[in-house]
């Protein structure tokens, strides 16, 4: 979810996940003993698919879709700590339909995870700009330890230039994510709370609330929904389900 000046996207969770997939296909087939090369691979290999609805798009503190519902899906392919996949989702106000493409390494060393992830984001609608593979892009690095993670993002192309980044932290069923968004074009930086409970594996509850706006000058009446000047209180809920590819 990334756009033109502050583009962006909500793969923090993404990262996690797949990485964690990757991890444990990985454990997988240490644990056992292939009979051929060709089994190993095949072993090795895991493809997983989700599709998901939400009452609003969400993404960094901000409503992208204006409280418009939302669904998305993704396919994602990992192997002994590589991963990648295409995420693509609705409920964009601005940039319209949205497909990420991405890929990255993950893995974890004495309790310590890292990921490092490209993703670059495509809007077909978009006639102007970002409609087309390589046109927006960020790298992603993660590193944590035990329930405490820190996510940086980097812009490297199709925008003027942004960072962003996250500490996030879990206990049960309860997550926090403290995000910071650095627009070195715009002048649009601000921090954002989200405070997120997960009923069970498919449900999830979030509260979200920019905590820091930007300078009242930089929020003029039609202020895009990539900035950070709605600081009203969100709530969205999103409902996931897996697809069985077997």
Not at 168 to 184: H, N, Q, R, V
């Amino acid at each position: 979810m990334l756009k033109k000046s502050m583009t962006t996207f909500r793969l923090s969770a993404l990262s996690a996940a797949v990485t964690a997939g990757s991890m444990m296909v990985a454990q997988q087939a240490a644990a056992e003993v292939p009979i051929t090369d060709d089994m190993m691979m095949a072993e090795e290999v895991e493809v997983t698919a989700s599709v998901a609805v939400s009452n609003m798009y969400l993404w960094r503190g901000n409503n992208l879709g204006n409280s418009t519902p939302a669904i998305s899906g993704d396919i994602n392919a990992s192997a002994g700590g590589f991963y990648g996949g295409i995420w693509g989702s609705s409920g964009d106000a601005e940039s319209g339909n949205e497909f990420d493409v991405y890929a990255g390494f993950g893995g974890e060393v004495e309790g310590f995870m890292y990921d490092l992830m490209f993703v670059t984001y495509v809007y077909p609608s978009n006639q102007v700009q970002d409609d087309t593979i390589g046109d927006l892009s960020e790298i992603i690095l993660t590193l944590g330890y035990g329930p405490v993670h820190f996510s940086y993002y980097d812009n490297i192309s199709g925008a003027t230039g942004y960072e962003y980044y996250t500490l996030s932290g879990s206990i049960d069923a309860f997550s926090a994510t403290l995000g910071y968004s650095d627009s070195e074009a715009t002048g649009t930086d601000y921090t954002h709370l989200d405070l997120t409970y997960s009923y069970n594996d498919n449900l999830s509850f979030t509260l979200s609330q920019i905590v820091d706006a930007p300078d009242e000058a930089n929020c003029a009446p039609g202020f895009s929904v990539y900035s950070g000047c709605d600081d009203d209180l969100k709530m969205a809920f999103v409902y996931s389900l897996p697809i069985d590819l077997k």
